[in-house]
């Protein structure tokens, strides 16, 4: 992956094989039925866990987020009470589990925002709380102003990575993302 990405960077005209390789697709099945199960676009899945631990299932952030959607102890909580299931600890490690808990905040998202994609997205970074707050700001009139005034320079980087990453899993996958 890394050598298809270094290669796409000088060649952004490069075979779809090296795009591939750069945005690939693991976990097909976990992805695939925690999308069903809360009814997200599994390419959106794919997007943020590229971002989020590069697909490491043992990554763990200076914050203290775990696993390949990088979800911090405190949300693991919350989103244990909200689905109203025992989730140990350690589960964040666990692909499966650690998919099935980022995937069903992103339908959170989703829903709270009633699918603004670029709010969900800013909030799985920088928090729904942050977002509200953004939004609420005197000087945001706008989508424009909102994304200039976002107060994470780490939220807006991650949202336009993020989206950016969505949008070539849209091109590479559209129509095909329940292919392994």
């Known amino acids: ?21 750069s945005y690939p697709r693991p976990y ?19 997007a943020v866990m590229r971002q989020e631990s590069r697909y490491d299932p043992e990554a763990l ?3 203290g987020a775990r696993g390949l959607m990088q979800i911090v ?16 600890p350690g589960a964040a490690y666990i692909p499966k589990a650690n998919i099935r808990m980022g995937t069903w905040f992103l339908h959170f998202l989703t829903d709270y ?10 909030a799985y970074n920088g928090g729904a709380g ?4 953004w939004q609420a700001d005197p000087r945001v009139s706008n989508r424009d102003d909102l994304l200039r005034w976002i107060g994470f320079g780490e939220t807006r980087e991650y949202l336009e ?3 950016r990453g969505y949008r070539v899993y849209q091109e ?7 292919v392994k």
């Open 1 to 21: 992956q890394a050598i298809a990405e270094k290669y796409i960077q000088a060649h952004p005209r490069a075979p779809l094989a090296f795009w591939q390789l």
């Open 28 to 46: 097909s099945d976990t992805v695939n039925a925690a999308a069903a199960e809360f009814k997200i676009d599994p390419l959106l899945i794919w």
């Open 61 to 63: 952030s200076y914050a």
């Open 73 to 88: 102890p405190s949300t693991q909580t919350w989103i244990a009470e909200q689905l109203k299931e025992d989730i140990l």
């Open 113 to 122: 925002f009633k699918g603004d994609l670029d709010l969900v997205i800013a």
């Open 130 to 133: 942050s977002v509200d707050q």
């Open 161 to 163: 990575r993020v989206s």
């Open 172 to 178: 590479l996958y559209a129509g095909r993302s329940n």
